[in-house]
């Protein structure tokens, strides 16, 4: 077989071993094992599964000790990895009212069926650093745990709303068409506008964590403001099923952890519908809190022209949100321009001085003419 | 076939992409090739390289490559730029083919930002990587409008681009990614190739299939597509020139690259297509450490 | 005088929003070379009749016949929305309260007059130049301005440049949308003077929705007034402003100085 080969190759087989002698860094020191990271750096591993779209923790913790801690880096490994597996098919929704809660909290009502459960947290830590921490070796007192209280499943605060009428339902209780038809899967498909809730949904799921937070902050300081009540931030695991097609009934797959958050939001009604609260929702792997908090304020700005509200700032708007969120996307074709432009730069340089010496030209003329009179 | 062995023990497939994946994009080219100009939306796969570096064409590529094509990369006309380095590896590696740089023994020529100037053949498929596939992007930024647009011929607003750059320069600043009229219907992007290579796609006997993979988008010229760079009555479209030559074969017919030789403002010109600077070099019997190529 | 045919026939033309009404059940006839003006408050329906009627907004009910220059009559609604945006970028015009929405800013003055030529096939830039240039000039803009960017012109240029924009094709219907809404008076009553005299020379017809009785005065032969998306008088303009006979129109005339 004819091979092409040239100094360009060499070139990049010699970066690529610098890159991973230096990835490993000095061999005195250990190395990280996959465990460690799964185990110490777990909301890396979150927010990589979860930017990813990928549930599987080891997959994330070597992705992430692959890109050197670049996690951007690391959601683009698994998202490469994930795009080549095939499909068996679709779960069943999860559902998030019968989770096993590890965090449970409410900003809207003091007490609530279920209590307050305040969970792992760094809410109400002072911002010290723990100089203990850089002492190797430190082990912490194990957590004190609370007599298992199993009075079954915690009702959302969304349903106990819903129950009196107070907030919209959502497509799943309300029985509709839209909540039988088949899910778009925007990984497979290619976006077309107008996009509907799910794509949305799925769109801001995989969104940069940090693209949605700026545009989730810039609606709470009045572009686009939809006056949101935090009404439950929920994390904990989750029953996965599926339903195979050959068996006709649900079995149930395994369990992972998510973190759901439902905004309540102000809706002064309209022709159609009585006043009521609105909802914006956020779903992430993991504990992912802030991610799914943003995604949640994000879903309900994007919601504003159909609510039929003021929809001109940038959170309002699907096509602008949409097609900027995905950091796999952005940091490509951001990045491309470190790849050769030769061609392109070498035609604007020879219109620039074509350009140029048009300018002269006529200055000169321009001089002389002058200079004559 | 122990490349595909190889891989698929490594859980990929054949040219990467999955069966069902290459049909979905087989669709797709099927489809830009019956509307030739108009853009297709595909489900665009994340590729194990950076969307901004020919994910849409290495996509195209692997959707009709078999193992008996003859595969040529090139970027910035370059068959040893880094870009086309790694890709043409890539398919090597996955898709167990020949590849070359001699342009006439490919049967697929996969490029960024250039046509080849060994002119293309009956038979031949050239692949564009595209990163911005709409025309229209630059005055209308929505897709939607964008999209109506083209539906319903309204493509006055590009003239007033072009209108704009006369009334401003004195000619049509645009250099590269000139915008063109397919069989006078659809307004298409050339990909950035310099407008030097507009001329190459007018009629030209080879398949061309353009991929945008972060856009999601596809389209084609078939072979003998009338290509129109747009243009006004007395400002008719032109293309660039030099008033050197190139400087290793004396090339007066090619696109060159400015080489900068020391920092006094000495610069030379070579071809920016290697493989046509190569060969006329040969024919001209010159010595050439830079031969490409060799058994393996 | 022998009767033409109407260029635009409207019959029950009818725009609701759900419960709420647009406007409601209005018909007239629209002759070539006439100006009709449409007043009323805000709120009043004008400007949801202005668009159905310029093919913007699809009514609930009604019909619009207009009788083009190469198809004869055409009935809008049942046109494809490609047929409806290529009569209003060759045989009419449509001029904004705010010249920014009916402008590019980002392109020059003969840019901006040049893009319906372009827009419905000129490709000969010097035409082009030539045209634009001679437009701005029947609009009183400095021919110099020609490569200047609107955003660099008052406001009361801009809003000739628009209608400059728009006369170019030579339209033979206009829908203005209180085209003088924006400006001083004495920028006013001067745009007013150079339209007076544009519509009689270039026979334009022209539905004109403001709520300044001054500009229906001076511009319009006929007036529709509108009251809660109906129209509850028309007639000859002079007849109505001098003799309203509605009470609403009587309230609508007092409450303005004398013109």
């Not at chain 1, 290619?190 to 799925?202: G, I, K, V, W, Y």
């Not at chain 3, 202005?50 to 609604?77: F, H, M, T, W």
């Not at chain 3, 010097?126 to 660099?152: K, V």
């Not at chain 3, 400006?183 to 539905?207: F, H, K, T």
Request: proline share 6%; aromatic share 6%; charged share 25%.
């Amino acid at each position: 077989m004819y091979v092409a080969v040239k100094g360009g190759e060499k070139a990049i087989d010699n970066a690529h071993a610098w890159l991973k002698a230096l990835r490993r860094g000095d061999p005195s020191v250990p190395d990280l094992g996959l465990e460690q990271i799964g185990q110490q750096l777990a909301l890396a591993v979150d927010r990589v599964m979860t930017e990813g779209s990928l549930y599987d923790r080891d997959l994330a913790a070597l992705a992430i000790k692959q890109a050197r801690g670049d996690l951007i880096e690391a959601i683009f490994l698994l998202r490469a990895y994930r795009t080549t597996l095939p499909r068996f098919g679709v779960s069943e929704p999860l559902d998030t009212a019968r989770m096993s809660l590890k965090r449970r909290i409410s900003a809207t009502f003091k007490d609530l069926p279920g209590g307050q459960l305040l969970g792992p947290t760094f809410d109400y830590t002072h911002r010290l650093l723990d100089f203990t921490l850089a002492a190797e070796g430190e082990m912490p007192a194990p957590a004190p745990e609370s007599e298992p209280q199993d009075e079954g499943p915690v009702p959302r605060v969304a349903d106990l709303l819903g129950d009196q009428g107070l907030i919209e339902r959502s497509a799943a209780d309300s029985g509709e068409a839209a909540a039988e038809a088949p899910v778009s899967d925007i990984t497979r498909d290619s976006l077309r506008l107008p996009a509907e809730r799910d794509l949305r949904l799925q769109m801001l799921a995989r969104g940069d964590e940090g693209f949605l937070l700026a545009l989730a902050y810039s609606t709470q300081r009045g572009y686009g403001n939809n006056h949101p009540f935090a009404g439950e931030i929920r994390c904990g695991q989750v029953a996965v099923a599926f339903t195979p097609e050959e068996l006709g009934f649900e079995i149930e797959i395994g369990e992972i952890e998510v973190t759901e958050c439902q905004m309540v939001n102000q809706f002064a009604g309209s022709d159609e519908a009585p006043p009521q609260f609105t909802r914006g929702y956020g779903l992430s792997f993991g504990q992912s809190e802030r991610k799914a908090m943003s995604m949640a304020l994000v879903d309900r700005a994007l919601r504003a022209a159909e609510l039929g509200e003021e929809s001109s700032a940038p959170a309002n708007d699907a096509e602008f949100v949409l097609y900027h969120c995905d950091n796999v996307q952005a940091t490509g074709f951001t990045e491309h321009l470190k790849l050769p432009h030769y061609v392109d730069f070498q035609s604007e340089l020879t219109l620039l001085r074509r350009l140029r010496a048009e300018f002269f030209a006529k200055r000169t003329q321009a001089e002389e003419k002058e200079a004559a009179e | 076939m122990t490349a595909a062995s190889r891989l698929s023990e490594q859980g990929y497939t054949y040219a990467y992409l999955d069966e069902q994946t290459k049909r979905m994009i087989r669709r797709a080219l099927l489809k830009a090739v019956a509307i030739p100009g108009y853009q297709v939306p595909f489900g665009s796969r994340e590729m194990p390289m950076p969307y901004g570096w020919g994910t849409g064409g290495v996509q195209v590529t692997a959707a009709i490559i078999g193992p008996s094509d003859v595969l040529k990369v090139i970027d910035q006309g370059a068959d040893d730029t880094t870009n086309a380095v790694s890709i043409r590896k890539f398919f090597a590696a996955t898709a167990e083919v020949a590849t070359t740089t001699a342009t006439e023994r490919a049967s697929i020529v996969q490029t960024r930002h250039r046509v080849p100037e060994t002119p293309l053949q009956e038979g031949q498929i050239l692949v564009l990587q595209v990163p911005i596939p709409e025309p229209l992007r630059w005055l209308e930024a929505r897709e939607s409008e964008t999209r109506k647009m083209h539906a319903l011929e309204e493509y006055g607003v590009m003239h007033v681009s072009l209108y704009e750059d006369l009334a401003r320069f004195g000619r049509i600043a645009k250099t590269y990614d000139y915008p063109v009229l397919v069989e006078g219907r659809y307004l298409m992007r050339p990909s950035p190739i310099p407008k030097f290579d507009n001329p190459k796609l007018d009629k030209s006997p080879a398949l061309m299939l353009f991929g945008a993979g972060r856009e999601r988008r596809i389209y084609a010229l078939p072979p003998y597509t009338r290509v129109e760079s747009l243009a006004f009555e007395d400002h008719p479209f032109e293309v660039e020139t030099w008033e050197q030559c190139c400087a290793l074969c004396g090339a007066t017919d090619s696109f060159l690259d400015e080489v900068i030789m020391d920092d006094r403002g000495g610069r030379m010109f070579t071809c920016s297509d290697t493989d046509y600077c190569n060969q006329r070099q040969a024919a001209q019997g010159k010595p050439n450490p830079d031969t490409l190529g060799g058994k393996a | 005088m022998t009767a033409a045919n109407p260029l635009l026939q409207v019959q029950g033309l009818t725009k609701r929003y759900g419960d709420r009404i647009g406007c409601a059940g209005v018909s007239f006839d629209l002759y070539p070379g006439e100006v009709i003006g449409v007043v009323g408050e805000s709120g009043s329906g004008k400007t949801t009749l202005l668009n159905c009627l310029s093919a913007q907004l699809e009514p609930s009910e009604g019909s619009v016949i207009y009788d083009s220059r190469s198809k004869g009559p055409l009935e809008l609604y049942s046109l494809s929305e490609a047929e409806r945006r290529l009569l209003l970028r060759s045989e009419w015009g449509l001029v904004r309260q705010n010249p920014r929405d009916g402008l590019r800013m980002g392109v020059s003055a003969g840019a901006n007059v040049g893009e319906r030529m372009m827009a419905v096939g000129a490709r000969h830039y010097g035409e082009i130049r030539g045209r634009a240039g001679h437009w701005l000039q029947q609009l009183e803009i400095d021919a110099e301005r020609i490569d200047d960017r609107p955003a660099t012109f008052s406001g009361g240029m801009q809003q000739r440049l628009q209608i400059a924009r728009n006369l170019v094709t030579e339209p033979r219907l206009v829908f203005m949308d209180e085209p003088t809404g924006g400006l001083d008076v004495s920028v006013q009553a001067r745009l007013l003077d150079l339209l007076r005299g544009l519509v009689r020379d270039l026979g334009l017809a022209c539905i004109l929705v403001t709520h300044d009785l001054g500009v229906v005065r001076l511009l319009s032969h006929r007036l529709l007034v509108m009251q809660k998306g109906r129209v509850v008088e028309q007639g000859l303009t002079d007849q109505v402003l001098d003799d309203p006979q509605h009470p609403y129109s009587q309230m609508l005339v007092s409450s303005i100085l004398p013109v």
